[in-house]
């Protein structure tokens, strides 16, 4: 697949205004998979959801490592099952994101975290955040991405 393309697939919630997004049904799913999350040192376990440009919705939970330094966050595991679980001619994006942690209301990503979702977002992608949908964009400004490397 290549990073750079233009070409998306039918991207038929590419413009869903942010009160029709299901976000509910992404918390849910984030829920969800919180309840997979591999969390033993921390006892933060953690799942992500994400609405995707052709209606599917990819989740992820945190796996923690004894090393600790190579622990993988939830949405690792959703940028993964997005790529896994992708039909490979087509460049599917994330539209909206919602995260869930042990404690009440949305979880924000890390930042590296931020740097992968920027890899894989649609424009305008939303993030399900305390203060409502907010653009990834703003979570991570003048971020570096695909467009920054010499083009092929
Ligand atoms: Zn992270």
Redesign the pocket.
Known sequence: MNPNSEHESKDDFAHESEETLPWEKLRAAAEQAKLHAYAPYSQHPVGAAALTSTGRIVTGC?VENASYGITL????GMISELVRTSKPDIRETLIAFACVGPNPGPLL??????Q?LVEHAADHMLIDTERGPTLLTDLIPFAFGPKDLPQQ
Do not use: D
Not at 73 to 76: I, K, L, R, S
Not at 109 to 114: A, E, L, Q, T
């Open positions: 945190n966050c939830a949405e690792c990503p890390c930042g590296r975290c931020r992968l």
